[in-house]
C-alpha cells in the first residue's frame, strides 16, 4: 500500500507568507532568529540516565529538552567470524524512527544521512576505547533517534560515551562533544531543529577527551572564515567540558546508585538465611 | 545458583514453579508493573510509551494525506502498523534483516486495527473525502524482556487515542494546507485488553518474561474488548491446549480488564 497514492506537502498558508517575508528580509540583513528564554551560548536543559535497558551490556538515555535519543552497547561479545588475534571490532549504527522528524521523512532502511552520522560518531569514539585489551571481539553501538529537535550528533556521542561506560569497557576517557550553528555574525550554541536548517549556515562538531585534553573529532561544513572558526572551535572546546562536568556526574550518581542497590540486595540476601 | 540456572535452565524454572512461585519473586498468576504514557513524541502526530516490567516501547504515528486509489473502499484501511524489533532492544535481532517475529506481530496488530470500528469519517481530510489521511503507526521495541504482544497492543490503542489532526483546507484544487491550531481527535469505538501467557509444562504463567518465553512449549495471547468479546486469540505451541486452561485463561484477563481500562484512560489526560 505505502506509496501508492500521491502525497502532498503541506503547509498553512500564513506560516508560507511569513516565511516568504523573511526571506526577503534576509536578502538585506543578516538572519535574525531569537532564542526563547536562552542567550546563544546558553545550553538547553540536559537529562541523562544510563542503564536502562535490561537487555544490553550498557544504554544510555539522553534528553535535550525535545530531542530524545537512546542508546544500547552490545558486547564487547565474541566475533562470530573466525578472525587473527587483532583489536576489537568498533561498530557504530545509527537509526532515526520514522516519526522522529515532522519534516524529514525517514524509511526502515538506513539512508545516507544516517550512514554518514553513524560514521563521524564512530570515528568521535574510537579513540577513546582501549581495543586492543578486548581481542577477537566485537562491540556494537546502536543509537535511536526518537524525537529530533536539533543537536542529534552531540545527543548521540554522548549517550553513546555514556552507554560504554555503563557497560564497564574500558576507555581513556569518556568523549564529550558540542556542536554549533554559525551565521554570518553570531555562533548558536546547541542549536534546535529550526536554528540547524536556516539557510546559509554553517554546522561545527567538536568532540574531545576533557581529561586528556585531545580533539577527537572536528566536524565543519559551510564557508566561513578562518578567523570565525578558530572562534567558533575555541567555544564548542569550552561547551564540551561543560557536557562532560554533567556526564561525570552522572556517571557517579548512577555508581552510588548501584553500589547502594546492591548492598540492599546483600542485606535482603542475610535477611533470609537468618 | 547462577550457574545452576544457566546450565540447567528447565530444571532450575521447574524447582520455582512447583512452589507456585517464580524466580522474579512472582506468583504464576502475578503481571509485572505497567504503565502508559502518551504525548512524548512532539514530532508524531500521536505517541504512548508503554513499559511492562523491563520490556518497554515506544509508538509513534506519522500522518500522510494522499488521494484513495480506488472507489467503493469500504475494505480499504488507513491505519498502517509496523513493529520493529531492532538490535537496540536486544542482540537476539540484527539491523541487516527484519525478524520474522516481528512481522508476524505486524500482521496481528494490522488486523487488530479493524476492530477498533473507526469511523470513515475521521479520516476525511475536507468535507467530502476525496482527500484522505492515512496514519501509519509505527512501534519500536527499546527493550525486550519477554510479552512484547501485551506492550505492543496496548501502545497501539494508546496512541490511537492520542492522535490530533489539524484541520484540513483545499484551495484551487490542489493546494493543501493544514490548520493546526484546529485540532482534533480520532472517533474510537472499543478497547483493547491483551493478556499473554506461556505454558511450561503444566504450568501457565501470566505475562512471560523473555526467559520463561525462551523456555516454554506454548504461547497464548488472547485480546478482548470492553464487551468481553474475543478480538484476536492466538496459541501457538507443541501441545495441544484444553478447555480449562482456555477459561481459566479468560478470567484471569477479564479481572484485569478494569485496570487496564483505567490505564489507558489516565494516560490520555496528561
Same mark, same amino acid.
Given at each position: 500500500m505505502r506509496g501508492s497514492f500521491r502525497l502532498f506537502y503541506i503547509q498553512k498558508k500564513k506560516e508560507q507568507q511569513k516565511n516568504e517575508q523573511n526571506e526577503n528580509k534576509n536578502n538585506n540583513n543578516s538572519i535574525d532568529i531569537q532564542r526563547n528564554n536562552r542567550s546563544d551560548e546558553q545550553f538547553r536543559q540536559i537529562f541523562l540516565k544510563s542503564g536502562i535497558v535490561s537487555q544490553a551490556s550498557g544504554s544510555c538515555y539522553i534528553e535535550i529538552e525535545k530531542t530524545k535519543v537512546l542508546c544500547s552497547v552490545h558486547g564487547p561479545r565474541a566475533s562470530h567470524k573466525t578472525e587473527e588475534f587483532v583489536a576489537a571490532k568498533f561498530n557504530c549504527e545509527l537509526k532515526y524512527t520514522t516519526f522522529s522528524s515532522s519534516v524529514d521523512k525517514y524509511d526502515y532502511t538506513e539512508n545516507n544521512k544516517e550512514k554518514d552520522q553513524s560514521l563521524i560518531i564512530r570515528e568521535a569514539l574510537i579513540g577513546s576505547v582501549r581495543l586492543e585489551k578486548y581481542p577477537k571481539t566485537v562491540i556494537d553501538i546502536y543509537i535511536l533517534v526518537l524525537n529530533d529537535d536539533g543537536n542529534v550528533m552531540v545527543a548521540s556521542i554522548t549517550a553513546a560515551s555514556m552507554a560504554l561506560a555503563d557497560a564497564g569497557v574500558e576507555m581513556y576517557d569518556m568523549v564529550a562533544s558540542c556542536s554549533s550553528v554559525c551565521t554570518k555574525d553570531r555562533i548558536l550554541l546547541d542549536p534546535s531543529y529550526q536554528e540547524e536548517s536556516l539557510p546559509n549556515t554553517t554546522n561545527i562538531l567538536v568532540a574531545k577527551m576533557p581529561a586528556l585534553n585531545q580533539v577527537t573529532q572536528l566536524v565543519q561544513s559551510g564557508d566561513l572564515s578562518y578567523n570565525t572558526v578558530i572562534e567558533a572551535v575555541d567555544l564548542n572546546i569550552d561547551g564540551c567540558d561543560k557536557i562532560y562536568s554533567i556526564m561525570k556526574q552522572n556517571l557517579i550518581d548512577s555508581l552510588e546508585k548501584q553500589l547502594k542497590d546492591k548492598d540492599n540486595n546483600n542485606n535482603n540476601n542475610n535477611m533470609d538465611i537468618k | 545458583m547462577e550457574a545452576f540456572q544457566k546450565i540447567h535452565p528447565l530444571e532450575f524454572y521447574r524447582k520455582f514453579l512447583q512452589r507456585s512461585v517464580r524466580p522474579d519473586g512472582r506468583s504464576l498468576n502475578d503481571i509485572r508493573k505497567t504503565s502508559i504514557s502518551t504525548g512524548a513524541i512532539t514530532t508524531a502526530c500521536g505517541s504512548s510509551f508503554v513499559k511492562i516490567g523491563n520490556t518497554s516501547v515506544i509508538c509513534g504515528i506519522r500522518s500522510e494525506v494522499g488521494i484513495p486509489?480506488?472507489? =467503493?473502499?469500504?475494505?480499504?484501511? =488507513?491505519i498502517f502498523v509496523n513493529l520493529e524489533l531492532g538490535p537496540i532492544c536486544s542482540n537476539i535481532y540484527s539491523s541487516t534483516k527484519p525478524s520474522e517475529q516481528a512481522m508476524s506481530l505486524s500482521s496481528k496488530l494490522n488486523s487488530l486495527v479493524k476492530r477498533l470500528d473507526i469511523p470513515k469519517e475521521d479520516f476525511y481530510f475536507d468535507q467530502e473525502g476525496k482527500v484522505l489521511w492515512y496514519l501509519y503507526v509505527d512501534i519500536y521495541c527499546l527493550d525486550y524482556d519477554g510479552n512484547i504482544m501485551d506492550a505492543s497492543i496496548l501502545a497501539l490503542i494508546s496512541s490511537l487515542k492520542n492522535v490530533k489532526l489539524p484541520r484540513g483546507i483545499i484551495e484551487n484544487t490542489n493546494e493543501y494546507y493544514k490548520d493546526t491550531e484546529q485540532l482534533r481527535s480520532l472517533q474510537i469505538n472499543h478497547y483493547l485488553f491483551p493478556l499473554s501467557f506461556s505454558i511450561i509444562e503444566d504450568f501457565i504463567l501470566s505475562d512471560p518474561s523473555n526467559q520463561e518465553e525462551q523456555l516454554s512449549t506454548s504461547n497464548l495471547t488472547i485480546t478482548l474488548n470492553e464487551n468481553f468479546e474475543i478480538c484476536l486469540l492466538s496459541y501457538s505451541g507443541i501441545k495441544p491446549i484444553s478447555e480449562t486452561i482456555l477459561q481459566e485463561s479468560f478470567e484471569k484477563l477479564k479481572n484485569r480488564i478494569e485496570y487496564l481500562k483505567s490505564l489507558i484512560d489516565s494516560a490520555q489526560e496528561h
Open positions: - | 486509489s480506488f472507489e =467503493n473502499t469500504d475494505q480499504q484501511t =488507513n
